[in-house]
């Protein structure tokens, strides 16, 4: 395997490449990088977070902490794969400190819940959408924390209250199986012509039935106001959940009534797990995190039919799924189509120069301080605008790309603010070691690249490698090289700025092919 | 920033792109749209210079702002039909803020007691409420609700509403919205300009993409410029003369030309944005909110209208945060006098920048909730109340049809998920013939709307608009 193709896959596989990195890659081969990341312990958040000195003097960690450990794992974590697929996995099962204030004051909740994604990311995908379903921050976020069944004593056509839907329809259409018929290849079932709904509101109005009597743990004695307890699982209690007869997805599975609740929501769980929708839904999202905005009908069904079986009989193997992702002949295809890869994310732009360089702080914590860049970048992890992500996985960019019949769920966030505002955010990082509004410091160490800077071929071809993938092209190459060359070789490090900073903003590492 | 960096190879750039974005619409329909362009410019001919500038400002509540309790009956049988229906989420009448010079078809309405400034600009004249408007392929009746018959596609589902909303075609998917269309129409009136006359608070959004316009995004202190542009951030002339090429030169990828074209847009309109609105500075005093933040810059954008060159533009501001699936109360407690406070605050600026009539804000979000309680809130409904404010606008008056708030009506689809009475499409339309689209472009803006409005009637589509 040659570098460049290294360099791609990490782009892909892990928060972004490095030369030493790229070596072992190119040693052992994908499929075994991959192996060897799987047996890796997950690196967690919230023991980071609370190694540090709490924000206040109640012990209350304030909401930037979270994001100074996202940042200093993502970075440094040895779990790079397991890193990266919780990341993809937090926009899916969004949660967001944006649209509620509950979560600035639950930053251990939030790193927990991370922690969820991180441990159960790789494992069986029923298991996640489990621990997801009992995590208290999924029952803040979207409001079946408290969901109670319907109150029987007053008539429903006079106002009776009934339950919250909050839940029930975005678990399907968000979480599993989205809102129409899809055939095993991604592509809609259509009838007459038209696409065929997956549930209507009365299918939302039978799950949130289902999704009723979850409340924090130690609520026995009292429902409404008991502890409120962020850290444990959500309890079910049966006097407020709906005892009676639940039809799902207009009859695909039929809930006895007084059935167990716990039993219920794990029945609910494995209708929408079962349902032919998840593979092709799941894995289409999953595909376009790691590898192409528009994976070929035959790269999805491939994928979609590992999450069917993984070979030994098992549905929802995730760490199957991913190796299927990542190690598809087109993922791994080099060639030179026009369409195919995606606009990296903004964010994970930034990551991947400080991973590049071997970025360090010396802030007193030991961590990166970075937070709150996402008015201008459009993006940050546990901030998405809602539910619905920074973008969505069928966001079509009006234009050629849109007009190619092609989607691109980055361009959602690509705009006159993005786009500069990125690049700004690199140069500050490489020119004055610092990102954002704390002024994060953020040393990079370009000591390697000094070493070139009166080589410039060299230089050119190393940054090349470790910021593009190696895909930089002709033209691009001799515009950087002819500005680094107009610098005088008695600056090399004014020399090496300029070309890490021009490289970081080309084309070529806003696009992974 | 440098100007001698940006030389006449963007205005060619600019074109070129735009002949691509041309490029997605079928011919026949180009050809429609550059000539009802011509009409409408003859139409401009008419108007003075100093009042030829019209804009339209969409505040986009997004998640489902639950209006009917920013809009709701006050006294009587009406009340007691809401009280019953909303039960823990109906607030009190005496509550409620009395609107005078409700027409007499309408129920006595109150406002929320958190809309004070609203309520003050509707008894002057400038505000107007429209009642249960909603995305609607065709009027519809609760029988053919039933059958499916003419819904629209994801009815109830965010992403869907949100987007029929910008683009009022709620029977099929487009990738242009509805304020795009209508600027590809009104663009020749703004020839010259070297930004985009469709400017967002709020990035990429469908309504303000045309087949030749699409939006420009700015954040609420203004347009950003690429450092490595800047001699003040320490860019060198080799630094900047390098970052121009590579946004010039072409690229294969499909993905790479479209970002280097937007990033390349940008740089171009940040210069001219950031000459002619950076001097403007105004008296008003905007409250210190996302919304007062974003509604300030908007009015500030309005003040160099003259220096940009441009003389019809819409702008996009949206908050967010109003799925109140639970504390629907507390929420808009807290919400909706930021919304009325900046809303106040930006009609003062207008009649300080003396053009009061010539822009109109109005509201949307992505649908009205269920009239019906789930505990501590509501869920996703269908027709929803709005409001538009300006010196045009024929305010102190609520226009529509504010239903009956009883379950089990004929529109009642549900929990009171209620079907509009008034399409988006009407609602719009008459939005957009004020900012300049003449009758004749109506449909193409709205393909839809000969279901709810004959073009051809003389009459406007709702009349709120003077």
Known sequence: MSPGEASRFLMQASFGPTVEEIARVQQIGCAAWIDDQLTKPAQRHLPVLLAQQPSASNGRYFNDRRKFVWWQQSVTAADQLRQRVAYAWSQIFVISDKSTDAFTSYTDAMCDYYDTLLVNGLGNFRDLLRSVTYHACMGVYLDYLGNEKSDSNRKVDAGARRPDENYAREVMQLFTIGLHQLNPDGTPQLKDGQLIPTYDNEDVREMARVFTGMHYAGHETNWRWGPVQMLKPLQVYRDYHDPFRKVLLGGLKILPKYQDPAKDIDDALDCLFEHPNTPPFVCRFLIQRFTTSNPSRAYLSRVAQVFVDNGTGVRGDLSAVIRAILLDPEARQTGDNPDTGKEREPYLRLVALVRAFNGKTNNKDGIFEVAYLDDLVGQEPGSAPSVFNFYQPDYAPPGPIASAGMVAPEFQITDAVTCVSLPNFLRDCIYHGSIGRYGANILLDFSQENQLATKPGLLMERLSLILTGDRMSAGTRAIIRGAVEQISSWKPADRVKLAVYLTSICAESAVQP | MNRRILNSSLTRRRFAGQLACAGITSTPLLSTLLS??????????????????????????????????????????????????????????????????????????????????????????????????????????????????????????????????????????????????????????????????????????????????????????????????????????????????????????????????????????????????????????????????????????????????????????????????????????????????????????????????????????????????????????????????????????????????????AIDTGQGRLIPSMSVDTYCAELARWLGVPDSGLTTVFPNLGSFYSASSGQPPVGFMS
């Open chain 2, 36 to 409: 009802l362009s011509l009409a409408g410019r003859a139409a401009a001919d008419s108007l003075s210079p100093n009042t030829d500038y019209r804009a339209l400002v969409c505040l986009f509540l997004n998640g489902g702002n639950d209006s009917f309790n920013m809009l709701a009956p006050r006294s009587g049988l009406d009340y007691k039909e809401y009280k019953a229906t909303r039960q823990e989420l109906a607030l009190a009448s005496t509550d409620l803020l009395p609107l005078g010079g409700a027409a007499a078809n309408h129920p006595e309405l109150g406002l929320h007691p958190g809309m004070p400034e609203l309520k003050t600009l509707f008894d002057q004249g400038t505000a107007a409420f429209i009642a249960n408007v909603g995305s609607l392929v065709r009027p519809i009746t609760l029988n053919e609700f039933k059958k499916q018959a003419a819904v629209p596609l994801g009815l109830f589902s965010h992403s869907d509403q949100v987007g029929q909303w910008m683009t009022a075609m709620p029977d099929r998917g487009i990738a242009s919205g509805w304020g795009g269309r209508a600027s590809d129409l009104l663009r020749d009136r703004n020839i010259g300009s070297k930004v985009s006359m469709n400017i967002s608070l709020a990035g990429n959004n469908l309504f303000q993409y045309g087949h030749q316009v699409v939006p420009y995004s700015i954040t609420p202190n203004g347009s950003i410029g690429l450092k490595s542009l800047d001699p003040a951030q320490g860019a060198t002339s080799f630094e900047s003369v390098a970052v121009r090429s590579l946004l010039e030169q072409h690229y294969k990828s499909i993905f790479e030309q479209a970002y280097m074209e937007t990033t390349y847009g940008a740089i171009a309109a940040h210069e001219a944005f950031s000459a002619a609105v950076e001097p403007v500075q105004l008296k008003t005093v905007f409250p210190n909110t996302p919304t007062g933040k974003d509604l300030h810059m908007v009015a500030r954008a309005i003040g160099g209208r003259r220096a940009l060159g441009l003389k019809r533009q819409t702008f996009f501001v949206q908050r967010g945060g109003w799925d109140h699936h639970s504390e629907v109360l507390q929420n808009q407690k807290q919400m909706l006098p930021e919304i009325s406070q900046a809303v106040a605050a930006f009609m003062a600026a207008m009649k300080e920048l003396n053009v009061a009539e010539q822009v109109t804000l109005f509201t949307a979000s992505d649908f009205g909730r269920t009239l019906t309680s789930n505990g501590r809130g509501s869920d996703h409904g269908w027709g929803g109340n709005h409001f538009v404010v300006g010196g045009a606008v024929k305010g102190g008056a609520i226009y529509g049809n504010y239903p009956s708030l009883a379950l089990k009506t």
